[in-house]
């Protein structure tokens, strides 16, 4: 048998870290390496973060795990939490993003088929070129990315791809069955490419226009990372229907799909559910994880912290006009846009400088550090940026 007993999906690379300490990671070895990929956007307080790890602790010590069958205070009171700083009304909790994303399309949908009034024949969904929904039959289905879709015929149907912030395109392809519009406002796999203003607020309008749920994919982009609670709240402009996961958990399993009142009109008794979806070990996870960002303090720093780190990058890249383009993103999710291909440098970086970012589409690294980082991250990072850029080789293919 040639076969790996851990499915080979992945091509996992050579660093193997076996425990967490505030924004670093340690592998077997030893070796620290300095962690401004999160778990992708995942552990936003860090790696042992106490507050945490006590929630978690006395959950799993008290109730870990009841059916939905069965009354959830601790759901209620997570579900609050996220209606009371958000635009949604309720809530259903998922174990992923891929899960938050297959709600929120069958919220949108079920508000055209399941409600009086409604319209049976709506179904599709227009999404965008480069998006990333996760990887379950629909939300790959959700993506125009063809390298997703080979081997998986026959996808979902139901999907129309435009070009990512063009509003004509998204605008040419509503039609009289078009049920809703599902976007990241800032593309994450796709490069770190924040929407403009004008196309999200003109997605709201069209969506208005034309009674379709605007749905927004902030599984990456949400939960305080970019300085806001979510990232549409910088766009002045409200969904009916949001996904989210990665930072909600802190680093525990958890995702939601949040909603107003008028577009969950759908989702009545029956319509969906999840066996391990909001069970109390994940909503003490999301509490401990809502009381340390979910304020304006936590939020103010995020933002003071995303623009410093920002500037310097600027700064940092006018030294290596051969090897970078640009700097965007918003707070604490910023992408290094490269001249050439992303991954060597990423490469390099991890491996000779023990610094672990994430590459993305469109020559992009992606910095998404710990939001507790503080002034010695921010130095460190710098260092070792600095020290892999100085003896970066610029590949002959580049
Ligand atoms: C990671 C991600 C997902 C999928 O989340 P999983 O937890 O891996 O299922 C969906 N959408 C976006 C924007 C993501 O970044």
Redesign the pocket.
Known sequence: MSITPLMPVYPRCGVRPVRGEHCHLIDENGTRYLDFASG??VNLLGHSHEGLIRAIQDQAATLMHVSNLYGSPQGEALAQSLVDVTFGDTVFFT???????ECAIKTARAYHQNAEGGDASRFEIITFHN??????MA?ISASNQAKMHHGFAPLLDGFKYAPFDDLEAAKALIGPHTAGILV?PI???GGIRPASDEFMKGLRALADEHDLMLVL?????GVARTGTFYAYEQYGIEPDIL?T??GIGGGF?L?ACIATEKAARGMTFGTHGSTYGGNPLAMAAGMAVMKAVANPEFLAAVREKGERLRTRLEQFIGNYPDLFELVRGKGLMLGLKMKFESRPFYVHLRDNHQLLTVAAGDNTIRILPPLVIGDAEIEEFFDKLSAGAASFAIPEAA
């Open positions: 992708i956007a174990n992923s993003g891929a899960e938050a994303v998006a990333f929904h996760g990887r379950t939300t990241e593309q994450g796999e994919d902030e599984v990456q982009c996904a996961a990665k399993p995702g």
